[in-house]
């Protein structure tokens, strides 16, 4: 049985980790509601792109462009989104995983045919021991999410696509949906799938940092009512009646750079608020788990004093008596 000087060591030691974990939840917390910020100002945009590239791939026919042909996998990238730090739980963990079993899907082009765009520490270091190829050092993206560094990795990825030095990139990334939930997600970058990214869940809770079953309820709740509003409108027809100045190749030429810019961007700064809301959840746990441990360890500690306390009162009694 440990000794009274013993129990209270370790229940100041707990007492300073609390601390630690205490302070690192709420600048998780702060990170989280600027990141939440950030997507939200995103949304607007995000969304009018996707209708407009929608609406016009929908309706014309002859709206092709190499960038959205398949043709045989011969060398890919993966663009993977990770932090810079730990503590966060199985965030890295996770997207290193499904990055794994996506380098086992390529095993056969080798190694050599694999090339990683490490956005984050944590992926570099883990692709470098792996002995893959790593595009370049995208780590200071993972803590300070910048549009022109990813602007400047989307005409990359697009040159050497059209020029076939690529001929799929995928990205690996953490969806935002809730401060207590985001989901791992795998998507192609090029070719370019329009109908792939506009069945991506949109459904986002940016209005709390409080990862609570009721927000989850709220999520449900919000879904099932978005389904019964689309079953009770009647489905109108896409605009078909599209007038293309100057020419198709122009029009597409820049809208789906645009797409491409916005697709990095945006899994960017979803996998920015995933990072701190896992820490957030991550450090509450910690914390509520220092408050248990030091729940038992003072209740230890008094019981161990009573019984010293006991022991001295039984001794001193008993001496008396024998006197």
């Known amino acids: 049985m440990p000794s009274l000087k013993e129990i209270k060591g370790r229940i100041a030691s707990v007492n300073s980790t609390r601390k630690i974990t205490s302070a690192m939840k709420m600048v998780a917390s702060s990170k989280l509601h600027h990141a939440q910020v950030m997507i939200e100002n995103m949304l607007p945009y995000e969304n009018m792109l996707e209708h407009i590239l929608k609406t016009f791939l929908a309706s014309e026919a002859d709206a092709q462009t190499v960038f959205s042909m398949e043709r045989p996998v011969k060398r890919v990238a993966l663009i993977v989104y990770s932090s810079n730090s730990s503590l966060c739980g199985g965030f890295n963990a996770n997207v290193i995983k499904l990055m794994m079993q996506a380098m086992k899907e390529y095993e056969h082009l080798g190694k050599e045919n694999i090339v990683v765009y490490p956005i984050g520490r944590k992926v570099a270091e883990k692709a470098s021991k792996l002995g893959y190829p790593i595009a370049g050092d995208f780590s200071d993206l993972a803590d300070k999410p910048n549009i022109h560094q990813c602007i400047d990795i989307a005409m990359e990825l697009g040159t050497k696509f059209l020029y076939g030095e690529l001929d799929r990139v995928e990205l690996f990334y953490h969806h935002f949906k809730s401060a207590g939930s985001q989901v791992l997600t795998r998507s192609t970058f090029l070719p370019i799938d329009i109908t ?31 389904e019964q509003a689309r079953e009770q409108e009647n489905v109108k027809p896409l605009n078909d009646n599209f007038i293309v100045e100057p020419d198709m190749d122009t029009v597409l030429g820049l809208l789906l750079p645009k797409l491409a810019h916005l697709m990095l961007y945006t899994a960017l700064l979803d996998s920015n608020a995933s990072e701190h809301a896992a820490r957030m959840v991550a450090m509450q746990t910690a914390t509520d788990n220092a408050d248990e441990l030091l729940r038992e360890l003072n209740l230890q500690y008094n019981k161990s004093r009573q019984q010293a306390i006991t022991s001295e009162l039984l001794d001193i009694v008993g001496g008396s008596i024998n006197n």
């Open 196 to 226: 792939e990214e506009l069945e991506r869940d949109k459904e986002r809770d940016l209005s709390s940092t409080l990862a609570t079953k009721e927000s989850q309820e709220y999520l449900k709740r919000r879904e099932r009512e978005r």
